[in-house]
């Protein structure tokens, strides 16, 4: 079906629509549990592949190829940011990210538009910003003539139609004013939107700006098997909107409930309870150690929705709120991938890293093109 028409081989929403529609046509003889491949290089699922990437101490895509005996040489864009993701995950410290093997977002770290351009968000903590920044990209705009400026669902200011070999001279500007990326474009830890809390609301309950703030800076750079989302919100009045995202904080005044798997895009769902705590201490180490289970367990591509659906919300209940003991070892190997993760994209390439992908192709006359 994918093969020929295309249904279910992008965002995947349809999916469960396909699969009634063949169960229709074919009876008895479909079996929807079947191992979908990867892709057609190979004959394994995703679950199979990342198994067998530990199993078998795999740390090069080329490794995972001849141990798995691929059918192509090189894989396709299906398989390869897969793998270069699992990689990435289960060998922090050993892998060597593969740039090649990254869609053109990643690779250049801005989110391509329409025309060609390019779109620029840089972080700012929980949301929070002050008039040094502002006063930053303001700057940043006129100098670039950048057409357009946004604030985002998020709670950031996006720069949109910005030339591609420009963005090295904006990260730059930028980063003089403090920014880092606010990785926008990544497989990652997106945003953690917040409202004010305590700090300034009347209603509210405990400090979200200040909890929203910690969480991103303990977390941000690290890749995902998809896009996260976050949100703290400092009272059951909800204004940071934190029950429709893939992890939320709602602030009650006995602690911090955590909310999980919500989707406010192609899909529409509430959050699940995770379950209550009563310091932001405990909070961060729930919402660390779920997100981790997600990136050691979940497909490439597969929202956390997704993920805690096929596998149970029960079963994530009892690994990272029960299981003491083990949430604690998915949060340590958090931290430990951190070392490696929490590395400014923008900074390295302002430094001169893969400096040949912002140079644009000499153009050539007419007369050259034909010498």
């Given at each position: 079906m994918r093969a020929h028409t295309?249904?279910?081989?992008?965002?995947?929403?349809?999916?469960?629509l396909v699969e009634k529609l063949m169960q229709l046509s074919l009876g008895d003889s479909y079996n929807p549990t079947a191992v979908q491949p990867m892709c057609s290089c190979t004959e394994l699922g995703?679950?199979?592949v990342r198994r067998l990437i530990k199993a078998k101490g795999l740390k090069t895509i080329p490794a995972?190829?001849?141990?798995?005996?691929?059918?192509?040489?090189?894989?396709?864009?299906?398989?390869?940011?897969?793998?270069n993701y699992y990689l990435v995950a289960d060998w922090p410290d050993e892998y060597a990210d593969d740039y090649q093997s990254r869609f053109i977002n990643e690779r250049v770290h801005a989110n391509i538009q329409k025309d060609g351009t390019y779109s620029v968000v840089p972080r700012m903590w929980g949301?929070?910003?002050s008039s040094k920044e502002l006063r930053a990209i303001a700057d940043v705009v006129d100098k670039f003539a950048i057409p357009t400026v946004k604030v985002t669902g998020g709670q950031r200011i996006d720069m949109l139609g910005i030339r591609k070999e420009d963005l090295p001279a904006v990260w730059a500007d930028l980063g003089q004013a403090g920014f880092v990326s606010g990785h926008a474009y990544a497989k990652g830890l997106r945003t953690v939107k917040t409202c004010v809390g305590s700090d300034w609301c009347r209603f509210g309950t405990q400090d979200s700006t200040g909890l929203g703030v910690r969480i991103e800076k303990f977390m941000w750079g690290s890749w995902t098997p998809a896009k996260v989302?976050?949100?703290v919100s400092g009272c059951p009045r909800n204004c940071a909107e934190a029950t429709c995202k893939d992890v939320g904080v709602i602030c009650v005044d006995s602690g911090f409930e955590i909310h999980f798997a919500g989707a406010a895009g192609l899909d529409i769902k509430g959050t699940e309870v995770l379950g209550l705590v009563k310091t932001e201490d405990e909070a961060l180490e729930v919402i660390v150690a779920l997100t981790q289970m997600y990136r050691e367990q979940a497909r490439y591509l597969e929202r956390i929705y997704k993920w805690a659906k096929r596998i149970g919300y029960d079963e994530v209940r009892r690994q990272v709120l029960d299981d003491v003991e083990r949430r604690k070892a998915y949060y340590d190997r958090f931290v430990y991938s951190q070392q490696f993760a929490q590395v400014d994209p923008w900074s390295e390439r302002v430094s001169g890293k893969d400096k040949h992908e912002f140079q644009p192709m000499a153009a050539l006359?007419?007369?050259q093109a034909a010498e």
């Open positions: 295309k249904a279910s081989a992008s965002c995947g929403t349809c999916t469960g995703h679950d199979e995972v190829m001849q141990e798995l005996e691929w059918k192509t040489s090189c894989g396709c864009a299906k398989c390869r940011p897969a793998l949301g929070v910003t989302k976050m949100a006359s007419f007369q």
